[in-house]
């Protein structure tokens, strides 16, 4: 069966196909005048402002979404089928109010709904409810916010907008009060190499790397041989896989070049090949999921606890050792400009606010040097 159907943002036609599994002329013919009369009923059902969940995150998806990256693609892929899932198909998107906002919140933090797993399963089964914490309630709901952001901008075909409104606007985000944001210590680091040594060389490789350029793992797991400039001891970061879209240019460390050209002496690869292919396909980079592996293993051969007293996360992870050289940074009194261009933030202020923590020894320095100056009369 072959039919056609408008692209409501820009009314123009698409076409669409689906196999019936079957020969028999008589019944294709009922089913084509059901879903005919189906159809007719969605449109207006668009057009009328009276749009559903589905038909919203269907058209956003198709026209919005292939404008991000491929991460944020499949998080909005997995969030649209668990708000579905949650709120219904066919609710419609107006009818949407606080309630309905604050039992998601709580139901998502003790794990009764959740994203499906890679393998179809659902991670709010009794058998793998996973409670998760403020901070990713909060990303969830925002994609929920920027669809019915868009849909009260975005035309529906006609005169009008898929919504009048955004009947979520203004609801609070959960925020954790206490954020565990965890850096390692030099002690801790060094014991997390000791554990490198008897792993796989691209877990050492990846772990200095991080520590020496305090990138996130993204692009690290995404650098080729071609951007690694040996004479200028500098590294390209591609913009494709960066956080914030931008291309940078970074000076690499004695420590940083001595482990690359160890691994490029004992595993050469040619110019364009990947700094960390995947042990499966040399042709692609290794995944997260393995990388993440990776660091668990390690932690856990560091003595370093991967949950604390409660049974929650300890969340140190890659993003640990961007913490401690935002942190590490603060005792050369480097420029916040140039702290941001090392790590990789677009904003100073996250910086800040969300990676530097001053240690009681930096305090304490701080404090001595004022005492001194104070002393001297300065």
């Not at 995150?57 to 579905?84: N, W």
């Not at 482990?259 to 692609?284: C, G, H, M, V």
Request: with cysteine.
């Amino acid at each position: 069966m072959e039919w056609f159907e408008t692209v409501f943002s820009t009314g123009k036609q698409r076409r669409r196909q689906r196999s019936l599994r079957h020969d028999n002329e008589a019944r294709a013919k009922g089913q084509a005048d059901q879903m005919a009369a189906a159809l007719a009923v969605e449109e207006e059902s668009v057009r009328s402002g009276d749009v559903t969940l589905n038909q919203l995150f269907d058209i956003y998806l198709a026209e919005v979404t292939p404008q991000k990256s491929k991460g944020v693609q499949k998080r909005d892929h997995s969030c649209a089928e668990m708000f579905l899932r949650y709120f219904g198909a066919d609710r419609r998107a107006r009818t949407l109010n606080r309630r309905d906002w604050d039992n998601f919140i709580q139901d998502r933090r003790v794990g009764k709904i959740g994203p499906a797993g890679r393998s179809g399963k659902f991670f709010g089964q009794k058998a793998r409810g996973r409670p998760v914490g403020d901070r990713q309630i909060g990303y969830d709901l925002e994609f929920l916010q920027a669809v019915l952001n868009w849909a009260t901008v975005s035309g529906n075909g006609t005169a009008a907008r898929f919504l009048d409104y955004n009947p979520c606007k203004g609801f609070p985000l959960p925020r954790e009060r206490n954020p565990k944001r965890p850096r390692l210590t030099d002690e801790q680091y060094g014991r997390m190499l000791d554990a490198a040594q008897e792993m796989d060389w691209r877990f050492k490789l990846a772990l200095i790397l991080t520590h020496e350029t305090g990138r996130r793992n993204h692009s690290i797991r995404h650098l080729r041989w071609s951007d690694i400039d040996f004479e200028r001891g500098v590294v390209r970061w591609e913009a494709e896989y960066d956080k914030i879209d931008h291309e940078w240019t970074t000076s690499l460390t004695p420590e940083a070049i001595e482990a690359l050209e160890e691994a490029r002496t004992r595993y050469p690869a040619i110019s364009a090949a990947w700094l960390f292919p995947s042990p499966q396909d040399a042709n692609k980079p290794c995944s997260r999921h393995l990388m993440l592996k990776w660091w668990n293993e390690a932690q856990e051969k560091a003595q370093i606890p991967l949950h604390d007293e409660h049974g929650l996360p300890t969340r140190y992870g890659w993003h640990s050792l961007r913490r401690k050289l935002a942190t590490d940074l603060l005792d050369e009194d480097v420029a916040l400009r140039t702290i941001q261009d090392i790590g990789g933030w677009k904003d100073p202020n996250t910086v800040v606010k969300v990676y530097q923590k001053s240690t009681t020894e930096q305090q304490r320095r701080a404090l001595e040097a004022r005492r001194n100056r104070r002393a001297s009369g300065e």
